[in-house]
């Protein structure tokens, strides 16, 4: 009788193990990303209004087109980890490179479109002609990146799938560095203003990818994979990340819904609505390291035919899914008198915010449970599934959150909507996972 008690005790702290091992860097990682950002805003922002206005209307496109891409890193992690599971370590990396030869006719494809349309799209977002132009320089040169941040995605989705954070947490960091000095040379050392700023992020993007690819191509030599682009090999990675693509999208859909409808509730609400809003994807990327785990962890077991093992570690990242989603909410309780002056002096604003930040504390344990739960669903190869769900969520909080400038209540009803949205993803995810369709055992899926 003692036995079972002991053996799950044992489980539990190896599943803990894991978890920390693996979302520990990740989180890191994640957090590294945006910082190139706002190193480039804090660089250009001393070059006037205009220049910093531009930055912001082609950073929004370049990043729009980035976090369409996403998905290369989730597929790739979770056919790599199948692979590993199964004790296939070539066919692992041969499953890598052909998300990274998908990254690069992607990248190759967005190039080819955007150089030459870059005024229309720099037109869309209505800017002034003070920062048109420098918006289109930005533009044009950034974009020569692409190719290399979308092979950095798909590469860290197979380092991720071989069980390994650690590394793209080091390269991240000296990313950012690189970024931050390449950035601050030609913008005031060359004198080549934001043009400077794009080329600084470009090359750091290059070596970023360049060091990914010798890492890729280092584990290709020793296990014997192969190079060469495979056609066959590159039309599955597409194919499974369709429905990644449309899951992506839909949430951004409900994230430019949700700012259109802060936007007619007046300034002080699309004000407040922006800060929330960067807090609550800060708050992301804790609970999205979690999810990053469960998609290597979960692939891995399902690989070696570990079908129980694959649930127990479900139910342990799930705990530990609410365990920080209640810290988070717990220190944006606390942290709200002195995180709003960061932002804002605006004693409106403030008294807009702070109880949709109550709203967004109290949703933290469902956004823990979500981000666990949809990282599970992408280990398992589940895209299609998300897909859907995706779907729906976007088809209930559509009316809903047009309704609030009727209905009333303010940001305060926005966000509490937002958490309609959040709980109706838990719900859809909570079924799936339940259902144990999603246990499908074997290298592939």
């Given at each position: 009788m003692t036995q079972a008690p002991a053996r799950?005790?044992?489980?539990?702290?190896?599943?803990?193990?894991?978890?920390?091992?693996?979302?520990?860097?990740?989180?890191?990682?994640?957090?590294?990303?945006?910082?190139?950002?706002?190193?480039?805003?804090?660089?250009?922002?001393?070059?006037?209004?205009?220049?910093?206005?531009?930055l912001g209307i082609a950073s929004a496109l370049l990043m729009t087109a980035v976090s369409v891409f996403v998905f290369l890193a989730y597929a790739t992690?979770?056919?790599?980890?199948?692979?590993?599971?199964?004790?296939?370590?070539?066919?692992?990396?041969?499953?890598?490179?052909?998300?990274?030869?998908?990254?690069?006719?992607?990248?190759?494809a967005v190039v080819a479109a955007a150089l030459p349309t870059a005024p229309h799209l720099v037109d869309l977002f209505g800017a002034s002609d003070?920062?048109?132009?420098?918006?289109?320089?930005?533009?044009?040169?950034?974009?020569?990146?692409?190719?290399?941040?979308l092979v950095v995605l798909a590469a860290t989705g197979v380092l991720r799938g071989l069980q390994d954070t650690k590394t793209p947490l080091y390269v991240a960091v000296a990313g950012f560095v690189a970024n931050g000095a390449l950035n601050a040379g030609l913008v005031y050392g060359a004198d080549l203003g934001i043009a400077g700023s794009a080329w600084g992020t470009v090359i750091a993007q290059c070596g970023m990818a360049a060091v990914y690819l010798v890492v890729v191509l280092r584990g290709a030599r020793k296990?014997?994979?192969?190079?060469?682009?495979?056609?066959?090999?590159?039309?599955?990675?597409?194919?499974?990340?369709?429905?990644?693509?449309?899951?992506?999208?839909?949430?951004?859909?409900?994230?430019?819904?949700a700012t259109a409808v802060a936007a007619r509730l007046g300034d002080a609400d699309i004000a407040a609505h922006q800060i929330i809003l960067s807090l609550w994807n800060l708050l992301a990327f804790a609970l999205d390291a979690i999810a990053i785990a469960g998609q290597a962890i979960i692939g891995r077991y399902l690989g070696a035919g570990d079908a129980q093992g694959a649930r127990d570690a479900c139910r342990r990242m799930v705990e530990w899914g609410i365990a920080v989603g209640v810290v988070l909410g717990v220190l944006v309780v606390i942290a709200r008198p002195a995180f709003?002056?960061?932002?804002?002096?605006?004693?409106?604003?403030?008294?807009?915010?702070?109880p949709a930040l109550i709203i967004v504390a109290l949703s933290q344990p469902i956004s823990g449970i979500v981000f666990v739960l949809d990282g599970v669903l992408m280990g398992a190869g589940d895209g299609p599934y998300l897909a859907w769900a995706m779907l729906l969520t976007l088809a209930v909080f559509t009316p809903v959150a047009l309704l609030v400038p009727v209905l009333g209540g303010?940001?305060?009803?926005?966000?509490?909507?937002?958490?309609?949205?959040?709980?109706?993803?838990?719900?859809?995810l909570w079924l799936r996972t339940r259902s144990g369709r999603w246990i499908v055992t074997g290298a592939t899926r």
């Open positions: 799950r005790r044992t489980g539990r702290r190896q599943h803990d193990r894991e978890i920390v091992a693996l979302a520990v860097p990740a989180f890191g990682a994640l957090v590294a990303e945006p910082l190139f950002l706002m190193t480039d805003t804090a660089i250009v922002g001393h070059l006037g209004t205009a220049q910093l206005a531009g992690t979770a056919a790599v980890a199948r692979r590993v599971g199964a004790g296939d370590l070539p066919a692992a990396i041969r499953q890598g490179m052909d998300g990274i030869w998908l990254a690069l006719l992607l990248g190759a003070a920062a048109t132009p420098y918006a289109i320089t930005y533009l044009r040169i950034s974009v020569l990146g692409i190719p290399a941040m296990h014997g994979a192969s190079l060469r682009p495979d056609a066959a090999g590159i039309r599955a990675s597409a194919q499974a990340g369709v429905p990644l693509l449309v899951r992506t999208l839909s949430l951004r859909a409900i994230l430019m819904i709003l002056p960061l932002f804002t002096s605006d004693p409106t604003v403030k008294d807009v915010a702070l303010g940001l305060t009803a926005l966000w509490a909507t937002m958490t309609l949205m959040m709980t109706v993803r838990m719900l859809t």
